[in-house]
T-cell receptor, first 116, second 115 residues
Framework: AQSVAQPEDQVNVAEGNPLTVKCTYS??????LFWYVQYPNRGLQFLLK??????LVKGSYGFEAEFNKSQTSFHLKKPSALVSDSALYFC??????????????FGSGTRLSIRP | NAGVTQTPKFQVLKTGQSMTLQCAQD?????MYWYRQDPGMGLRLIYY???????DKGEVPNGYNVSRLNKREFSLRLESAAPSQTSVYFC??????????????FGPGTRLTVT
């Protein structure tokens, strides 16, 4: 079965420090992987995706993610955290059983808190 | 270009009441989705529609019905609300054209409380 796991419920980082939000996946075949961010009382916003190609994917707001096939991971990173990055982050994988729609499976979310 | 819009933003229902959550997108997307978000559980798919005229069950369809009225609109109906349906509901859409990137675009959500 396809699944995605976010092992940390919360990540705390000081402003200016690098941040990493972890994600591991389990899929059959090639994975389509995504990161979304949710600010308080808002819907999810797409940050970046990996479909194929370069293992380092760059996205919105200075975020990037590294695809590691051997470790089945897709960790979200940013070199220098901002207080405004504080939000709930979701990793997701496309469910390839549903070829007629982009059905995706979401992780449980990681709350990122950046302290000034 | 409003993206994905949802109405209402907030709703309180009594157990047994019915209501319809409305969703519309103006991006000419083929696929639309309804999710519920509960604390610590991420987003769970209720129903989706791969194209106009088709709907399919997701992970948690019990107690819900949907209608893909046209390409723009996808509504979610609770026929007899239960306290277990207290949640935040999100609608999303995606382009799903061959070669497209498959990311989904989300509405702002509806916060539903059933007492």
């Amino acid at each position: 079965a396809q699944s995605v796991a976010q092992p940390e419920d919360q990540v705390n980082v000081a402003e200016g420090n690098p941040l990493t939000v972890k994600c591991t996946y389990s899929v059959s075949g090639n994975p389509y992987l995504f990161w979304y961010v949710q600010y308080p009382n808002r819907g999810l916003q797409f940050l970046l995706k990996y479909i194929t190609g370069d293992n380092l994917v760059k996205g919105s707001y200075g975020f990037e993610a590294e695809f590691n096939k051997s470790q089945t991971s897709f960790h979200l990173k940013k070199p220098s955290a901002l207080v405004s990055d504080s939000a709930l982050y979701f990793c997701a994988v496309r469910d390839i059983r549903y070829s007629s729609a982009s059905k995706i499976i979401f992780g449980s979310g990681t709350r990122l808190s950046i302290r000034p | 270009n409003a993206g994905v819009t949802q109405t209402p933003k907030f709703q309180v229902l009594k157990t047994g009441q019915s209501m319809t959550l409305q969703c519309a997108q103006d991006m000419n997307h083929n696929s639309m989705y309804w999710y519920r978000q509960d604390p610590g559980m991420g987003l769970r798919l209720i129903y989706y529609s791969a194209s106009e005229g088709t709907t399919d069950k997701g992970e948690v369809p019990n107690g819900y019905n949907v209608s893909r009225l046209n390409k723009r609109e996808f509504s979610l109906r609770l026929e007899s609300a239960a306290p277990s349906q207290t949640s935040v509901y999100f609608c999303a859409s995606s382009p799903d054209v061959a070669g497209a990137s498959y990311e989904q675009y989300f509405g702002p959500g509806t916060r539903l409380t059933v007492t």
